[in-house]
């Protein structure tokens, strides 16, 4: 069904545009299977650079520096984000959130399969490392837009009491990314063993990585638009007073290029950009540490095997099955302000401890592996308290911030440029914190062979995140018709 056809009452929300509950499941479906893919992108990289990349496509040199190359190019991925995000954020406020995520999915995933048939370092040289940054250049294209999207998706289609629960599948479409990434080099590792996904293996779940943008693709193809953006739309059509119903279709065409135009007059926030860029600082930065150069810094300095090193991740995120909806849950009773504080407090107090229990908990069995300087020992056995620690702290820097983070940045923002203002908002900070924020940790690690620093710069981000939450007003519930930001 389309809009109700008629112009706003004064003092009355917009009728939406009906949905059924099949359209709701399909929107969910599609938003976690973007988000899914994107995040498995993302781990699928961030394993590789840890336990692959730095030996087969930055030569045979430093260990430090090979390390710090790979971080760099991971990094590259988040320079050309913001410029998708800007760009496929304005496409999506002015033709459709649907148009736009087909897009963004077909690019992103063209680009991750393709990395799976790159050439290696002692096979073309330097054209293998320029082939990669080619490549995470496309991606962070078609990402910058992606996750926004999904967010805007499910939140312009959830029933406002449970916006919190169901834009949970975004997160969980993170979740599942990071799952499958983990699990696929589990297997592998298990599989094959160390010099054989070395040699090839690493390939496998790149390419295999087309399966998911297919299905989602054809998910995205036959779905309908948000009631929030088509009445927004619609209603404002409504507002010059022609006969719609009778009209050519070129005539309609015209009328909603009006409407477009007369949403893209209403004024942007300068605040309520400012705090969801500060907010996201927690999530994002967090996320580079704790799934990104942690994982590197367990191989490469605490000599962590590199199959303990994988399934820490599994298990970590099949514990984010259950804590991804739980907080998006509470975020919908006790409101998303509140659980923004709680939940930063506790990462907080949890970040030394949960570093304490993994560096003195390595157990003593070892295995050889082998590295850019040979063979060399790695522990294979770690206590119990070891994966505690990195779950605890993985559920809750990383995951529980993503779960409020969706729903709450696009409850900030006006109908009229929310995904372009969402877009920017998560990938400005991305880019400083979640593209670059590995590197200097590298850096800082390379320079005072410490986890200290990963702990400071944890620290860092979530008081970032607890002083926007301080500041934001309570947006749980927000009318998502409304075209002015909330701030």
Not at 133 to 156: D, P, T
Not at 174 to 188: D, E, H, P, Q, V
Not at 268 to 277: E, G
Not at 410 to 429: N, V
């Amino acid at each position: 069904m389309t809009a109700t056809q008629t112009a706003p009452v004064e003092g009355k929300k917009p009728t939406l545009a009906q949905r059924t509950t099949a359209d709701l499941i399909k929107a969910a479906v599609s938003g976690w299977l973007g988000t899914a893919l994107e995040f498995m992108d993302f781990q699928l990289y961030s394993l590789a650079a840890a336990l692959v990349f730095k030996d087969i496509f930055f030569g045979h040199g430093s260990q430090a520096i090979a390390i710090m190359s790979a971080m760099a190019v991971y990094g590259v991925g988040y320079v050309a984000r913001p410029i998708g995000a800007w760009y496929f954020g304005r496409l999506g406020d002015r033709i459709g959130r649907t148009k736009v995520l087909f897009i963004t999915i077909a690019i992103m995933g063209a680009a991750t399969t393709l990395i799976g048939a790159l050439p290696t370092y002692d096979q073309v040289g330097i054209l293998a490392p320029a082939l990669l940054v080619l490549l995470r250049l496309a991606q962070g294209f078609g990402a910058g837009a992606e996750i926004a999207g999904s967010s805007v998706l499910l939140a312009e289609y959830a029933p406002t009491k449970h916006r919190g629960i169901v834009s949970a599948f975004t997160a969980l479409g993170t979740n599942s990314g990071t799952l499958f990434a983990g699990a696929i080099w589990a297997i592998l590792l298990a599989v094959m063993g160390n010099d054989a996904v070395i040699a090839w293996g690493w390939r496998i779940p790149f390419l295999g990585s087309v399966i998911v943008m297919g299905v989602a693709v054809f998910i995205r193809i036959h779905l309908k638009e948000t009631p929030v953006y088509e009445t927004s739309v619609e209603e404002t059509i409504a507002g010059y007073d022609q006969p719609l119903v009778k009209e050519s279709e070129q005539a309609r065409k015209e009328a909603e290029k009006k409407a477009t135009a007369e949403i893209a007059k209403t004024p942007r926030s300068l605040k309520a950009f400012i705090v969801a860029c500060v907010l996201r600082f927690g999530q994002c930065g967090n996320s580079g540490m704790v799934q990104t150069y942690l994982i590197t810094f367990l191989t490469a300095n605490l000599l962590v095997s590199k199959s303990v090193a994988s399934n820490v991740v599994v298990y970590s995120s099949l514990v984010g099955f259950l804590t991804v909806p739980f907080i998006g849950w509470l975020g919908d009773k006790f409101g998303r302000e509140r659980m923004y504080k709680i939940v930063t407090v506790l990462g907080l107090i949890a970040i030394v401890p949960c570093f304490l229990l993994m560096v003195n908990n390595l157990g003593s069995n070892t295995v050889l592996e082998q590295t850019a300087n040979g063979m060399v020992p790695h522990f294979s056995n770690p206590t119990l308290l070891f994966f505690i620690g990195y779950i605890v702290l993985h559920n809750i820097t990383v995951l529980s911030f993503f779960s409020l983070e969706n729903i709450t940045m696009a409850e900030c923002f006006g109908s009229a440029h929310r995904y372009e203002q969402l877009a920017l908002a998560k990938e400005i900070p991305n880019l400083i914190t979640g593209g670059f924020g590995p590197l200097i940790a590298a850096a800082l690690v390379t320079v005072f062979g410490s986890w200290v620093a990963l702990a400071c710069l944890m620290a860092f981000y979530c008081i970032c995140t607890l002083i926007a939450a301080a500041v934001m007003p309570e947006v749980t519930g927000r009318d998502l018709t409304a075209r002015e930001d909330a701030m």
